[in-house]
């Protein structure tokens, strides 16, 4: 038996999911980025598969969450294959899988999944994302529509178009959720999430549009829809001095953090992949301090992620790979260089900059942003105590069509404000910044002004000191090959620890194939032949701890043959 400690708002999330009836088969909950919807999902799991022992599946919206949905279960007493293909079996030794979205809509996965899933629990995090593409919401109904329940979870659950989201129901256009706890609950209730300020910086900007008119204009200039994006992306351009400008205050800030806050860390936010490695470029040149880059191609990105979260240094530029769900509590300080104006990714940007620390007095984070009217919005909307919801916009709609409150793209659309060969028409003559605007949220919604020097009341972190009602007791789950290996005594999660025999299976192999002169493939079947494996993808722990010492073996008797 094991003793899960919950925040109240999860217990209350955790009982209305307890009593809906199996047969119901979806819950969805609503829930700000950093309020610990992972601990609710995982514990939710947990008491499903003690009523009756099945097949957990969670499907995440990227590769570095896979793994960070795997560690998370395993501290819940939970182990789930991150690495898992269709090609591959489940190995007996995992209580299930870790996948994604586009795996799911990968070729044929969904198909195979279908059977995975059957009468399987399943968690679906940040589900609007199978509304991203037709293909993905097939694919998500085929692969999962046999599931014995879905849990379904989002922290920005806002859809920028018209794609239905599969699971979830709609009555007259709007979604309905069956547990909501927003930004401003999370702030009332306290030691949940950060409150956030928002540097607005202002500027002078002047720039020659794609048909060949100088236009200029400060965030204060009222201007059309193109206009907008045009003067937006003159102020982000590295060749002129309003980003410069504000990279200078975001690290000062950041550096102030820091005298208190040793391991604080800040995050710009670029547009693509060049603008990222120029903004690295000029706070290592400029500032003199550290800045690492992650990208979407970069196959280590999840590493760098990882280790950065891990780390003190002070800078990470990223396009997208930090975004929902992404956990790196140490984020005080954040520039938003983007040209994408949707809500949806704003949210997603600024949910990185939330979380709370445990034990730590002084909590303020700062988002550095453009005072675009869209970004201003947002900035003002999304610490409002209102009520999330999921709209499917029909054609028609005048929010759809006008883009008011910045739903004007979906989340994965590239932001191209001109056909490309308009874009080498448009170029940046000035870009300078002027003023700078902060406001806060008080947890009641009232924004109130900001001063570096004011020393406003924090959040204080709560007391749940012999609650009885966050204290929930939960058998312990064996998997199908029993309790688990004896190496999980160092804390290590399944996955860690196969991760490290695959390293060191692979190693073998090398140096077999090198000693006999055969082929990789008849290398490794005869690997698997020793140790009675049928395939590494699919083996257990001890199967593979038998792989090594008998590959060892072999590779022993080969040498002393020479």
């Known amino acids: 038996m094991t003793a899960l400690r919950l925040r109240p708002w999860q217990r209350t999330a955790f009982d209305k999911f307890t009593a809906i009836e199996d047969d119901e088969g979806d819950f969805l909950a609503v829930a700000t980025p950093g309020a610990g919807k992972t601990t609710f999902a995982l514990t939710c799991a947990r008491w499903a598969l003690a009523r009756q022992r099945r097949r957990l599946i969670v499907v995440a919206p990227t590769s570095h969450l896979k793994i960070q949905w795997s560690l998370a279960a395993h501290r819940l007493g939970l182990e789930l294959d991150p690495q898992w293909s269709p090609g591959g079996g489940i190995a007996k030794d995992v209580h299930g899988i870790v996948t994604t979205f586009q795996q799911v809509a990968t070729g044929d996965t969904a198909n195979v999944l279908k059977g995975v899933a059957n009468d399987a629990f399943v968690i679906l995090d940040e589900l609007h994302h199978a509304g991203d593409e037709k293909a993905w919401g097939d694919a998500v109904r085929l692969a999962f529509s046999g599931a014995h329940r879905r849990l379904c979870l989002s922290g920005t659950p806002f859809r920028s178009d018209t794609a239905a989201i599969p699971f979830v129901r709609y009555d007259d256009g709007q979604a ?140 990470l530029v990223s396009v997208r790979m930090v975004s929902e769900g992404v956990d790196i509590p140490r984020l005080r300080v954040g520039v938003y260089a983007s040209t994408i104006s949707t809500e949806l990714f704003f949210r997603q940007a600024v949910g990185r900059f939330v979380r709370w620390q445990a034990g730590r007095p002084s909590q303020k984070a700062f988002v550095y942003l453009p005072d675009d009217v869209r970004l201003r919005t947002h900035a003002f909307q999304i610490m409002e105590s209102r009520r999330h919801v999921l709209r499917r916009f029909e054609s028609g709609d005048e929010l759809a069509e006008t883009g008011i409150a910045g739903i004007d793209a979906p989340l994965d659309e590239f932001p191209h404000e001109f056909a490309p060969e308009q874009l080498s028409l448009f170029s940046v003559l000035s870009a300078v910044a002027t003023g700078v605007q902060i406001h806060a949220m008080t947890p009641a919604g009232v924004a109130i002004p900001f001063e570096f020097g004011v020393d406003e009341s924090e959040l204080a972190e709560p007391v749940f000191a012999d609650d009885p009602l966050l204290e929930l007791d939960l058998p312990d789950i064996p998997t199908d090959a029993g309790w688990g290996p004896a190496g999980q005594a160092s804390g290590r999660s399944v996955f860690e620890i196969k991760d490290e025999l695959r390293g060191r299976n692979a190693n073998l192999a090398k140096k077999l194939v090198d000693i006999t002169g055969w082929g990789h493939a008849r290398v490794n079947g005869e690997m698997n032949r020793l140790a009675n494996v049928v395939a590494v993808s699919s083996a257990t722990v001890d199967q593979l701890e038998r792989r090594v010492h008998k590959s060892e073996d072999w590779l022993v008797q080969l040498r002393k043959r020479r």
């Open 176 to 315: 309905y959720a069956d547990f909501e706890y927003g930004y401003g609950d999370a702030l009332s209730d306290g030691g949940v999430v950060r409150p956030v300020y928002f540097p607005r910086v202002d500027g002078n900007m002047e720039w020659s549009a794609p048909d060949g008119s100088v236009l200029s204009a400060s965030f204060q200039d009222e201007l059309a829809r193109d206009g907008m994006s045009q003067r937006l992306r003159a102020a982000l351009s590295l060749e002129r001095e309003w980003l410069p400008h504000v990279l200078e205050q975001a690290h000062e800030r950041l550096m102030y953090l820091r005298g208190t806050h040793p391991q604080a860390g800040g995050l710009v936010i670029a547009m693509d992949q060049e603008h990222a490695h120029g903004i690295a470029r000029l706070i290592r040149q400029r500032f003199a301090t550290p800045a690492d880059v992650v990208v979407s191609d970069d196959p280590g990105a999840s590493a760098k992620i990882t280790a950065f979260a891990e780390s003190d240094a002070p800078w």
